[in-house]
């Protein structure tokens, strides 16, 4: 039996547009449950409690960790990310499909766990445009973008180890192409 996966990740780099494609797949498939991380760091404008994330104390995430409520969890750029279980677990269980937006290291741990889950990285056209992307976008501070380009420089050396690696040239393209992962018409 050719059962279709459920588990989606997606990755990028910071400002590589994996959220601005995650939001137009949930605008247009509102079945698809989408895993809300817990995080330390600060809320962003426009970020929405039990939206975008959960904004915890870094002493809190650590008594969750220490609890064993995450599914995984990762530190990155200088601040905790976590997949809290329950939810997870449940939408698996439920056969929803559920999209995951994970650093490079959380896809890993998601995909040694289920490896059945498919993995899609978001890859910038080219470094030059990415930088640009990402100062652009004009929500991190000087610190978190310089932090945020050594990580990433990291990071797209990790786009090899995906299932699919979507360039993220015209944004209209890119979600054309990861719904074709999801529907199951990528080659
Ligand atoms: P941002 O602070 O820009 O929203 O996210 C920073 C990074 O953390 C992104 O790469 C994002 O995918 C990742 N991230 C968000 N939530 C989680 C999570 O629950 N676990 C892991 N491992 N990474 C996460």
């Known amino acids: 039996m050719n059962v279709r996966p459920n588990l989606y990740i997606i990755s990028s780099v910071a400002g590589g547009g994996k959220s601005t494609i995650i939001a137009a ?11 809300v991380s817990c995080t330390t760091r600060e809320p962003r404008p426009g970020d929405v409690e039990g939206k975008t994330y959960y ?3 870094t002493e809190e995430f650590r008594k969750r960790i220490a609890e064993g409520q995450f599914y ?3 530190e990155v750029h200088g601040n905790y990310y976590g997949t809290p279980k329950g939810p997870i677990i449940e939408a698996i269980r439920d056969h929803r ?4 937006d994970l650093d490079v290291q959380g896809a890993k741990s998601v995909k040694d766990l289920r490896p059945e889950s498919v993995t899609i990285f978001i890859e910038p056209p080219s470094r030059e445009i990415w930088i640009e992307r990402l ?3 004009g929500t991190d ?3 978190s973008i310089e932090r945020r380009i050594e990580n990433g420089i990291r990071e797209l050396d990790e786009a090899p180890n995906f299932d699919y690696v979507v360039v993220n040239d015209q944004l209209e393209d890119a979600i054309r192409d990861v719904k ?3 529907f199951g018409t990528k080659k």
Do not use: C, G, H
């Open 141 to 143: 501070s000087q610190t």
């Open 25 to 35: 797949l949930l605008k247009e498939f509102p079945d698809f449950y989408f895993s």
């Open 135 to 137: 100062i652009r976008r």
């Open 55 to 57: 904004f915890l104390s």
């Open 180 to 182: 074709s992962i999801l």
């Open 72 to 74: 995984e969890w990762a």
């Open 97 to 100: 499909v559920a999209l995951l």
